[in-house]
């Protein structure tokens, strides 16, 4: 399998604080991407970072990649009440053929 | 970045029927995917459907239960035969090229009673 493990598996936090959500995978990568998904309804892609790549920003969120270590996070600053989502990580192979989710990250963050 | 519809939206079947779900994108695509997700998971690729070809199945999919139609680059099918609780899930489909973010429907909620 194409894809590994997320931690934590759920996170609770208050409004304000920062969330940080964890993926690693198995194999060589040509990207790795990030989706939210908001009460079972499609996925938001939130950031695509490849892998010659090290760091991406997007507003508030931070995603950092190691393919040293095959290992990806994700950062939510100053989080709010409408963050609460589960959020996955998403593996491109180098074949280019398809992507492989992680097992997700269930987010609440409490006003 | 392409607008994805799908349709139902959510259904309610009886055992042992089949339902379609249809996928249309407002541009033309080259790939395009089934996702299935069980209750409280993640999302399982079932196959990549490509036009003009037979579409490529995962492991633990075959097409039998899953078929798969692929008529032109803004289309695809997926069927879910033979329903049983088990296929209870709510079913993706997405769009997208390689080095870029996929682009997913809203999904059909599927409850087989």
């Known amino acids: 399998s194409q894809q590994g493990e997320e931690d934590p598996q759920a996170l609770s936090i208050q409004e304000g604080e920062n969330a940080t959500m964890n993926c690693s995978y198995k194999t060589s990568i040509n990207n790795l991407q990030w989706y939210r998904q908001n009460s079972g309804r499609g996925l938001v892609h939130l950031i695509l970072i490849r892998s010659n790549e090290r760091e991406k920003h997007s507003g508030r969120l931070r995603v950092t990649l190691d393919t040293s270590k095959k290992s990806s996070s994700l950062l939510i600053t100053a989080s709010r009440a409408a963050d609460t989502a589960s959020y996955f990580c998403a593996t491109e192979g180098t074949s280019y053929d398809k992507v492989i989710f992680g097992p997700g990250t269930s987010l609440s963050v409490i006003p | 970045s392409a607008v994805i519809s799908q349709k139902p939206s959510r259904d309610i079947c009886q055992r042992g029927t089949s339902l379609t779900i249809q996928c249309q994108v407002d541009?033309?695509?080259?790939?395009m995917f089934w996702y299935r997700q069980q209750p409280g998971q993640s999302l399982t690729l079932i196959a990549t459907?490509?036009?003009?070809?037979?579409?490529?199945?995962e492991s633990g999919f075959v097409i039998d239960k899953f078929p798969i139609s692929r008529p032109n680059l803004t289309f695809s099918t997926l069927t879910v035969s033979n329903m049983s609780p088990e296929d209870s899930s709510i079913y993706l489909c997405?769009?997208?090229?390689?080095?870029?973010?996929?682009?997913f429907g809203d999904g059909t909620r599927l409850s087989i009673l």
């Open positions: 459907a490509n036009q003009g070809s037979e579409a490529t199945y």
């Open positions: 997405s769009v997208g090229q390689y080095n870029q973010p996929q682009h």
């Open positions: 541009s033309q695509v080259t790939m």
